[in-house]
């Protein structure tokens, strides 16, 4: 035993060793964790941690033709990789921030610095809100609305029309009015804002998705699992509203409901 440790150089086996094996456990727990139903890249990272195990093993073992050749295929495979799997990976490392917390501290960290604050939903804007949800469920007309807090959401509002408007519930209303040509995407609200409306979402890879979630759930979820915001849905079939936060959906039972999930994004001073 004592032998086959030492080929591997655990012969002398100390605090740092198990720093070390902690910290890499720690990094493969939240990668799997962060791709959690996203088969493409968790396979990716699979075959690669195989080849980084190999080559180990084979240097332990002093096998230099398969050292050579499994260094020379990890330096073109790991180049390959980056080129074309960029949107993926973007996807997993966004993921592993916003659910590890790294994104949320470190923006907090960022807006301390400038003195920058984050904008909030007043009460009143909360109940407009509230009521043109409301009124929308029980027209069965369907609607994607997001609502921001430390994550920018600058990249979705360039594929969608700006706005600079007041949350209103008729404006809402009338954005999502089937006949209406914004009503096809996502509207984003920032603090008291409606800031841009017939928004694109990225859509989540996940296959355990249940079947009557239509495509805005999947666009809800796909975004709350690369950033920290809420998203509200209706749905069109049935008019029932859900309330999707990191990457789960909440059905909401009724208004009250949804107004005490609101509250939570309420300034303090009102």
């Known amino acids: 035993m004592t032998k086959v440790l030492g080929i591997f150089g655990f012969l002398s086996f100390g605090w740092a060793d198990i720093l070390d094996i902690l910290m890499v456990a720690i990094i493969i727990f939240l990668l799997f964790r962060s791709l959690r139903g996203d088969s493409t890249v ?6 690669l941690v195989f080849l980084l195990v190999l080559q180990a093993v084979v240097t332990a073992l002093g096998m230099r033709m398969m050292t050579a050749l499994l260094s020379a295929l990890l330096d073109v495979g790991v180049l390959a990789v980056l080129i074309l799997f960029q949107p ?8 592993v921030a916003v659910q590890s917390g790294i994104a949320r501290r470190s923006g907090q960290l960022f807006n301390r ?10 009460s009143h804007s909360a109940e407009e809100l509230g009521e043109a949800v409301r009124a929308m469920s029980a027209e069965k007309t369907g609607a994607l609305i997001v609502l921001q807090h430390k994550s920018s959401m600058e990249e979705y509002m360039e594929t969608g ?5 007041d ?3 008729r404006l809402i209303m009338n954005i999502f009015f089937k006949n209406s040509p914004l009503h096809d995407g996502a509207m ?5 804002h409606i800031a841009a409306a017939r928004c694109q979402l990225p ?16 666009a809800a979820i796909g975004l709350s699992e690369d950033t920290d915001a809420d998203i509200i849905v209706v749905s069109e079939e049935t008019g029932n509203v859900s309330f999707v936060r990191g990457g789960e959906i909440h059905t909401v039972q009724d208004m009250k409901e949804l107004r005490q999930l609101l509250g939570s994004l309420m300034t303090k001073e009102e």
């Open 113 to 122: 610095l400038l003195g920058i604050k984050e904008e909030t939903m007043g």
């Open 203 to 218: 859509m989540t890879n996940r296959t355990d998705i249940p079947a009557h979630y239509g495509m805005r759930h999947r």
């Open 88 to 95: 993926e990976i973007r996807h997993m490392l966004n993921r």
């Open 188 to 192: 984003i609200i920032v603090g008291d």
């Open 167 to 169: 949350i209103n519930r």
């Open 161 to 165: 029309d700006r706005f600079e408007a």
């Open 42 to 47: 968790l396979n990716i990272v699979l075959v």
